[in-house]
């Protein structure tokens, strides 16, 4: 072992592994690293002049030297105290940088912030902030002041929050500020905010030519950012341990470098385009977040680069160990970065486990390197021995095992590199309205492809099972892997990289282009009418269709949930109208992200609520009132039957009460939709002499038990009763009084029943529920 492999390397991974047992298993302090560090230096020194045997002494007192500099690097980091921010709590004024853009869900916006002073006195550390998702949202680099109530992480039976937050920099948490104000955009350097509005001008490029969930799957694997990922496909990648995929690391530096020195060797020489592109590359980490897969990945690549320039034929997994070295050097506590352990032994497997596998597969079905088949069996081998090495801090970090992690790595393998090949195209030329149509009609079927595999296998029953291994479990798990390796053969040649296999992007990208266009073409339309209460979480968004036009009433919360929803509903990109009932946040977040990635022909809505969200995005606007209609065609039209603006009431003094009830009428069926009105309204609506029977009503204000009166339940007779909520909502939605009030209806839930279609040709009415 020690001729074969060498020594510097040796010497890495010393280090490593005493970083690990001092971040993870701490010590008995830094004066005992020392002592066992210079005992150590002063052995080797001691034994340097002995021959072959001493050199081999030196060698080894060496390597236990930097495993005993390790150790103290994380013991030190372990044993270093928190800054102040730490201990603070009660009531403080903060103001801080945000450190990356906020996380939506629901109407709830979570951010990092790095913090500059605590009540006006300079001060550091990190602080995760909870509030209502504000209109205009918050990005990377902003500055803003607010007045929160500090608390401590809060600690869970199987998972140390405290410890999770702190290995990334957070060490104090607060939610709902008192008040908070937004004192500068793009606080940092300027060159970090140029990149920064380059990757927003990237993704929003992705999201103009991509639906939803397929646009932030693609973002996710290109940028490693997205904005309205659906909690309901990031449960199914973890539960097929395919989380890994979106995830920015070695596949992509190497697809990036492989690109870039392709057209540049166009002009210059291959070893000065090489150089052109290592420059490239802090750009890119920086663009991507400088997360640790990503920096660790950036490092190898330099060095793989740096060695093929100049004729050095170096394994791969010898820059793996340099670069986790470094990293670990810098930042100790990275070792328990989830996201680190499972990028160091993702790539662990990709390089040890993988190259013997895939030439035993090669070997096994007779098939030569280089073709496409070969490209294929490559992305199996690099899928399971990537799946294999992370199994154990899987487990450790999330307490489940994917059982089928491996197979769907397998299956999703080809599939990943056409979408990273759509997203690129999307990224940089979805600009251009030809090239953002053809990703929208052709390019969406390799990320659909990969939604539809990765859902269809995540409800396979045992997709995953509860496991809580021991330390001792995991390390007989990699001792098992090695043995793996070695009985496979340790002649394999090294694996390619995957800029090198990308020529299986393209085939496939167009094989499912190829596939979603003639099942698209050959799905004839039913010609029905339609209204669907889409599943957006807590909230509404309703959409109207008829004869090709498309009206959608609310846009649903801030997250984007609609972006999600509406695919499932809606053929193309486009909406005549969008028509807001009133302003709360659950109805009318959602209209930003609706701005930016659909057309939109015209914003409906009360004049009131107009003139609080019409302010941004432009677009033509058109106030309604009551007595207005809407005509989709000539059997569907929308009618505006509350509030009356000019004569208002007592009745119609609080905003939901103002919220405007509409009436769709399909032929000779009737569908009322009264958004969040309350009890004062409704008893103005039976009293005024409306004809409000509807053969189905969507509950109004979601089942509040302060609305869905009797009077209202008596004039309007629903036969179908739809509650628009959120599964485990905070407001007990639908309230268990007014479930009982719809006894003599059939009760959908979107919650539980997803999207509830009501589909007419003017005089029958069929209603479905997608689960």
């Known amino acids: 072992m020690c001729g074969r492999v060498p020594e510097l390397p040796r010497g890495a991974v010393a280090f490593i592994a005493g970083c690990v047992s001092g971040g993870l298993v701490g010590g008995r302090g830094r004066r005992a690293a020392a002592a066992a560090l210079a005992a150590a230096a002063a052995a080797a020194l001691a034994g340097g002049a002995g021959g072959a045997r001493g050199r081999a002494l030196l060698v080894l007192l060496a390597v236990a030297a930097l495993a005993a500099a390790g150790h103290a690097r994380g013991s030190e980091a372990d044993a270093r105290p928190p800054p102040p921010l730490a201990s603070l709590e009660g009531e403080h004024e903060i103001s801080g940088v945000v450190r990356s853009d906020p996380r939506l869900s629901g109407t709830i916006a979570r951010l990092d912030l790095r913090v500059e002073s605590v009540d006006g006195a300079p001060a550091e550390g990190g602080l995760r902030l909870t509030l209502p998702a504000p209109h205009e949202p918050l990005r ?8 929160v109530e500090v608390e401590r992480p809060g600690d869970f039976d199987d998972f140390d929050y405290a410890a999770f937050l702190r290995s990334r920099g957070i060490h104090a948490v607060a939610a709902y500020p008192q008040r908070w104000t937004l004192i500068e955009r ?19 490029n992705i999201e103009r030519a991509l639906p939803e969930p397929e646009a932030s799957l693609a973002a996710g694997m290109l940028l490693g950012r997205q904005r309205t990922m659906p909690a309901a496909l990031e449960e199914d990648l973890r539960r097929t341990g395919t989380t890994h995929l979106l995830v920015v690391s070695g596949q992509n530096i190497a697809l990036l470098l492989g690109t870039a020195v392709g057209l540049l060797s166009a002009v210059v020489a291959r070893r000065q385009a090489a150089l052109i592109a290592l420059a490239l590359l ?9 997360e640790p897969p990503v920096v ?14 100049s ?13 986790l070295a470094l990293m670990l050097a810098l930042r100790p506590l990275l070792i328990r970065d989830v996201a680190f352990q499972l990028s160091a032994t993702a790539t662990a497997g990709v390089l040890l486990i993988a190259p013997p596998l895939r030439d035993r597969i090669l070997a096994r079905l007779g098939v030569a390197p280089g073709g496409l088949a070969a490209g294929f069996a490559e992305g199996a081998a690099v899928a399971v021995g990537a799946s294999l090495a992370v199994l154990p801090v899987q487990a450790a970090a999330f307490g489940t095992l994917p059982v089928l992690q ?10 990943y590199e056409g979408t990273v090949l759509v997203a690129a195209i999307a990224a940089l030329l979805g600009w251009l309205q030809p090239v953002a149509w053809l990703v929208e009609v052709a390019g969406v079927f390799a990320p659909a492809a990969f939604v539809a595999a990765v859902e269809a296998m995540a409800a396979l029953p045992l997709a995953t099972v509860e496991l809580h291994p021991s330390p001792l479990a995991g390390a007989a798990w990699f001792a098992l892997l090695g043995g793996l390796v070695w009985l496979l053969g340790r002649r394999a040649t090294q694996i390619a990289l995957p800029g090198q296999r990308a020529r299986l ?6 094989a499912t282009a190829a596939a979603g266009l003639w099942l698209a073409v050959l799905t004839p339309s039913d010609g029905l009418a339609s209204v669907t209460v889409l599943d957006v979480g807590q909230g509404q968004a309703i959409l109207v269709q008829d004869g090709g036009a498309a009206v959608l009433v609310d846009a649903g919360p801030a997250d984007g949930a609609v972006l999600t929803a509406l695919p499932r509903a809606l053929e193309g990109r486009s909406l005549d109208a969008v028509l807001l009932t009133h302003g709360d946040s659950d109805h009318a ?41 809407i005509r989709l065609s000539e059997r569907t039209s929308i009618e505006v039957l509350s509030p009356p603006v000019v004569t208002a009431t007592r009745a119609h003094q609080s905003a939901n009460n103002r919220s405007l009830v509409l009436l769709v009428t399909i032929g000779e069926r009737r569908i009322l939709l009264p958004a969040d009105i309350e009890a004062p309204a409704e008893q103005w609506l039976a009293a005024s002499g409306l004809d409000l029977r509807a053969d189905a009503l969507v509950l109004p204000h979601h089942g509040s038990r302060t609305s869905s009166s009797e009077a209202f339940l008596e004039a309007v007779e629903p036969r179908v009763a739809i509650a628009s909520v959120g599964a485990r909502n905070p407001h007990g939605h639908p309230h268990p009084e007014v479930v009982e009030r719809y006894a003599e209806a059939l009760l959908l839930r979107t919650d539980e029943h997803g999207d509830v279609t009501l589909r007419s040709d003017g005089e029958r009415l069929w209603v479905r529920s997608s689960r």
Do not use: C, F, K
């Open 140 to 147: 990377a680099g902003d500055r803003i002041a607010a007045t």
């Open 186 to 204: 793009d606080a940092e350097h300027e060159i970090v905010n140029a990149l920064r509005d380059l990757r927003r001008w990237a993704l929003g």
């Open 282 to 290: 802090p750009g890119y980490v920086v663009l991507t977040g400088a």
């Open 296 to 309: 660790r990945a950036a490092i190898m690549a330099v060095g793989i680069a740096i060695a093929a320039i």
């Open 311 to 323: 004729g050095r034929r170096t394994p791969g997994w010898i820059y793996l160990v340099y670069a």
């Open 406 to 415: 491996a197979p769907a790595n397998v299956v999703v393998a080809p599939l």
């Open 505 to 510: 992007a393209a085939p496939v990208a167009l």
């Open 589 to 629: 977040s959602g209209l930003a992200e609706l701005r930016r990635r659909l057309r939109i022909g015209v914003l409906l809505g009360s004049a009131e609520t107009l003139s609080a969200v019409a302010t941004d995005g432009g677009g033509a606007t058109q106030a309604l009132d009551i007595g207005d209609s």
